[in-house]
């Protein structure tokens, strides 16, 4: 008789309480099961502030956070050299904004803005009751509507639980364009 047969056995003789612990006693002997992080481009050493996978094109975009909680964005396949990094290596990353977004129904997020050569780009994270959002939307300078929006994969957001780097997040200026009208949409 192999041992799922003596648990059987035993769980289907004995009072509730008895299957009760022979239940937890097994779902505490199985191998538990890790959320992995979603992979992200910031330098090796820094902290993701918000990062994840993008669902379509293989690439992923991250706001990050140096060991002196000087922020930059970083965008393109992780293991590789990003495709786009802001601000310039060396320069001071002036101009980032963090918008706290809110929402009925105990929904809300941030969204992490800068302009880089007349284009505006905006790294957002909603999440909410039976909601998870996020992904990066670029407008071209003056204009409202995205030219380019795109959603990060179902499940692979990662964002920081660093309270330092939170609380340096929370003093960046807010965007008041996102502040009095949400986030670009088609």
Request: glycine share 10%; proline share 6%.
């Amino acid at each position: 008789m192999n041992s799922f047969h003596i648990f059987k056995e035993f769980v289907m003789h004995r009072p509730v309480i008895h299957r009760a612990l022979a239940g937890f006693a097994l779902l505490t002997a199985l191998p538990v099961a890790h959320a992995a992080t979603a992979p992200s481009m910031c330098v090796k050493g820094d902290e993701a502030v918000l990062s994840c996978p993008l669902a379509k094109g293989g690439k992923t975009v991250s706001i990050c956070a140096r060991s002196d909680n000087a922020f930059y964005y970083a965008y393109g396949k992780p293991g590789a050299k990003p495709d786009m990094t802001w601000p310039a290596e060396g320069a001071q990353a002036t101009g980032l904004t963090r918008t706290h977004l809110m929402f009925g129904g105990a929904t809300g997020g941030n969204a992490y803005a800068f302009q880089n050569n007349g284009y505006k780009y905006i790294v957002y994270s909603i999440s909410g009751t039976q909601l998870e959002d996020g992904g990066v939307i670029v407008t071209k300078d003056g204009e409202s509507k995205p030219i380019k929006n795109s959603k990060c994969a179902e499940g692979a957001k990662t964002q920081t639980d660093n309270a330092d780097v939170r609380k340096a997040a929370r003093s960046l200026p807010e965007d008041p364009d996102l502040s009095n009208h949400g986030l670009p949409s088609n």
